[in-house]
């Protein structure tokens, strides 16, 4: 079963896709680990895209769709993948349909959580003293949701008119969404 978490910064996109990760035994992808990993690894692309990751900036479709395509195409993952922060932009959610179509691969469930601006602040703010992550100030915050709100919300359109997209309010608590996650994959 292949499934979309999508919604906001701070929506719970990465906490949901852990849970289901280890209920479904699945991967997740989420092209904001796969890049930070880039970073810490010092590599080509991480070099690239520091500056862009660390003002709240997003990385060019390019270099995500890349990082897409041999996860999409890796046969152990076939029909197992949990996307977590992608697509995120008009073009990466064609690209995604297109390498699903030809891996012979579909989307399954597109699970929106939403959630309003204020709980996003509130949630990114308390992760900042947690995990230590270096885009969670909050004027990259705010800049983190206009981009959201700029390039990623339009894809909502593409997907809200498929037959398995569903809305969640993503300021339920975790249990909650998860719970009403499972409600609809039946499991
Ligand atoms: P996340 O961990 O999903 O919140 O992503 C952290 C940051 O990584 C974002 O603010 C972007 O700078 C970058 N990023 C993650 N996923 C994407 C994507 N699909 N397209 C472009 N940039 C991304």
Known sequence: MNIILFGPP???????????????????VSTGDMLRDEIQKD???GKKIINDMNDGKFVNDEI?????KNIIFDTKKNNKLIFDGYPRSLTQAKN?????????????????LNVNKDTIIKRIEKRKIVEKRSDDDLKVILNRYD???????????FYSRNPNFYEIDGTLEIDQITSKIDQLLKV
């Open 10 to 28: 701070g929506a719970g996109k990465g906490t949901q896709a852990k849970i289901l990760v280890e209920k479904l035994n699945n991967y997740q």
């Open 43 to 45: 590599t080509e692309i």
């Open 64 to 68: 995500v769709n890349k990082l897409i």
């Open 96 to 112: 995604l349909n297109l390498l699903l179509d030809e891996s012979n691969q579909k989307i399954d469930f597109i699970f929106f």
């Open 147 to 157: 981009t959201y709100m700029e390039t990623t919300r339009p894809v909502l359109d």
